[in-house]
Structure formats: C-alpha cells, structure tokens
C-alpha cells in the first residue's frame, strides 16, 4: 500500500482518464486538478508526487494556434513545477518522440540529437529543460518520459488509429499521407504500468529522460492491413502524398527504459488493437 498523496493534472484527457483508475486500483490517495492549469496551482494539501498529465496534444492544433499550444504546456509545466519546489514533490510528465531529428532509418535514443519540427514538440522540448533547470537549481526531481505513438480506446481527433477504426466502422473513404511512414505504437495499458513504475524510480541526476515505446516499427499501410484483419473489413484508403522513396522513420530504443525500470510492454501490436476495439465499440 502506497500512502503517498498524488496530484494528476489532466486527469480527464486521454491518459490521464484511464490512469486515475489504475492508481485508485493501486490504493494510492489522489487529487485530480482540471483547473487552469497556465494559472499557479492552488491547494492546501501537501502533496508527494505530480503526474503532469495536462497538456494540448494536437500537432494541427499547434501550428494553427502556437501561442495557445506553448501557453499551455510550457507555462502549465513551469506552475506545476513551482508547486513541486513548494511541496518538494516529484514531477512525472509525458513528453514527445518527435523531439528527435529524423532519418531514414531511425531507432531513437535518449541521448541523439533532436530537432523539433512544430510547436507542439517544441512546448515539450522546452519543458523538458524547464524541469532540467528546477531539478539543478531548486532540486525539484522529475521524469520526461518521451512517449512514441500511444494508442487506446478512448483517442479521438486526427490520430492514425481511431481514424482506420472509425472509417471501417462507417465505411468511408479515409485520406493518408503515405503507407511508407514508420512508427512505434505502444497500447496506453502499458503507458500506465510505465507511469506507475515511474512513482518509486529516484532520477540519477535529479531530471532524467526515458523513451517509451515497444521498440518495434509499423508502416501506415501495415497498420491499415492489421486494422482491416482484426474487424474482417475492406478499408478504403486513399494515399495523397505518394512517395516511394521517402521513408518517415522513427522507433523508440527502449533499452534504458527495459533495465531501469524493470519493464517490457505486454501487448503486442495485435493484442493492443483487439483490445481498442473492444474499448472503441462502448464510447
């Protein structure tokens, strides 16, 4: 039984909603905090740990809208990290796989160069050094854990996933970039059990950073073959920005994750899915 008092903030987006469950499963007490979070947080109890979970996600969003995108995750980390300093609690945030500088080929690690390419990544970069700079300066410890495309049964919006589910479902047309392009999709379940395990870790050098992924790539157009399998139907996709030659590619190296944290995913790309699906089909 844990008895540490734990903040989430965003505790109703897509993680966060799952995940308050999971910790409540757990026996940890927690406070969930859906206030403003670009305001400083208030609240009178103390508090041991803050999964910093809120956050604008969209990559669209973010470059029809910068400021709001930056407003939001940068300043919201910069007051959730001023809480941490006041209560000398540890932070725990989700940060972004596309920090990374692509090529063709490309299995990430913790220590490659990095190159974001939009305002979202670039809000996560900098929270990033934002709690790099707490951490040696007002030892506030903290996690950035760079989460590659994590997929479940709740995501909504513009994201590969939901999109196939819903057009197989309603049999539309669907409209992709390319088939060639190449991720790592871990199912939210074992974001979780990530983010639990996270709770007990203590950072090496007081801010430390962990890619979170399976370690195995999948094309768009595999996804789409994966998709169509599990409901036994025909999609109809239509690829807009065809190029042979151009591979977008980029896979989590989870080694560092695997031997610090103890940890491996549990569902495989085919288990994951069946298992959306199955959560799609109740909302």
Same mark, same amino acid.
């Given at each position: 039984?844990?008895?540490?008092?734990?903040?989430?903030?965003?505790?109703?987006?897509?993680?966060? @909603?799952?995940?308050?469950?999971?910790?409540?499963?757990?026996?940890?007490?927690?406070?969930?905090?859906?206030?403003?979070?670009?305001?400083?947080?208030?609240?009178?109890?103390?508090?041991?740990?803050?999964?910093?979970?809120?956050?604008?996600?969209?990559?669209?969003?973010?470059?029809?809208?910068?400021?709001?995108?930056?407003?939001?995750?940068?300043?919201?980390?910069?007051?959730?990290?001023?809480?941490?300093?006041?209560?000398?609690?540890? $932070?725990?945030?989700?940060?972004?796989?596309?920090?990374?500088?692509?090529?063709?080929?490309?299995?990430?690690?913790?220590?490659?160069?990095?190159?974001?390419?939009?305002?979202?990544?670039?809000?996560?970069?900098?929270?990033?050094?934002?709690?790099?700079?707490?951490?040696?300066?007002?030892?506030?410890?903290?996690?950035?854990?760079?989460?590659?495309?994590?997929?479940?049964?709740?995501?909504?919006?513009?994201?590969?996933?939901?999109?196939?589910?819903?057009? /197989?479902?309603?049999?539309?047309?669907?409209?992709?970039?390319?088939?060639?392009?190449?991720?790592?999709?871990?199912?939210?379940?074992?974001?979780?059990?990530?983010?639990?395990?996270?709770?007990?870790?203590?950072?090496?050098?007081?801010?430390?950073?962990?890619?979170?992924?399976?370690? $195995?790539?999948?094309?768009?157009?595999?996804?789409?073959?994966?998709?169509?399998?599990?409901?036994?139907?025909?999609?109809?996709?239509?690829?807009?920005? @065809?190029?042979?030659?151009?591979?977008?590619?980029?896979?989590?190296?989870?080694?560092?994750?695997?031997?610090?944290?103890?940890?491996?995913?549990?569902?495989?790309?085919?288990?994951?899915?069946? /298992?959306?699906?199955?959560?799609?089909?109740?909302?």
């Amino acid at each position: 039984m844990h008895t540490r008092k734990v903040l989430i903030t965003g505790s109703n987006g897509f993680i966060g @909603f799952g995940f308050r469950e999971y910790l409540l499963s757990k026996g940890l007490s927690i406070i969930e905090y859906n206030e403003d979070i670009t305001k400083p947080i208030v609240l009178d109890e103390k508090i041991d740990l803050i999964y910093h979970l809120a956050a604008k996600t969209s990559v669209q969003d973010s470059l029809r809208d910068p400021f709001l995108t930056m407003q939001t995750n940068f300043l919201g980390t910069f007051n959730v990290l001023e809480f941490a300093k006041k209560n000398a609690a540890k $932070v725990i945030f989700p940060s972004a796989a596309g920090v990374y500088e692509r090529s063709n080929s490309f299995y990430a690690n913790e220590t490659d160069s990095l190159n974001p390419k939009n305002p979202y990544v670039e809000s996560k970069y900098l929270s990033e050094q934002l709690c790099d700079y707490y951490s040696k300066n007002y030892n506030v410890q903290s996690i950035a854990l760079r989460i590659f495309n994590v997929y479940g049964g709740r995501q909504t919006g513009g994201f590969l996933i939901p999109t196939l589910i819903n057009g /197989a479902l309603k049999d539309t047309k669907i409209e992709l970039n390319s088939p060639h392009s190449v991720r790592d999709y871990i199912y939210i379940k074992d974001v979780y059990e990530v983010l639990f395990k996270a709770l007990d870790y203590v950072p090496k050098t007081g801010f430390e950073i962990f890619n979170v992924g399976t370690g $195995v790539g999948i094309s768009v157009g595999e996804m789409v073959s994966y998709i169509s399998n599990i409901l036994d139907k025909h999609l109809e996709v239509v690829y807009t920005n @065809f190029r042979k030659n151009e591979i977008d590619k980029i896979i989590a190296d989870i080694t560092k994750i695997k031997n610090a944290f103890n940890w491996n995913p549990s569902f495989n790309i085919n288990q994951g899915l069946i /298992a959306t699906i199955k959560e799609f089909n109740k909302f």
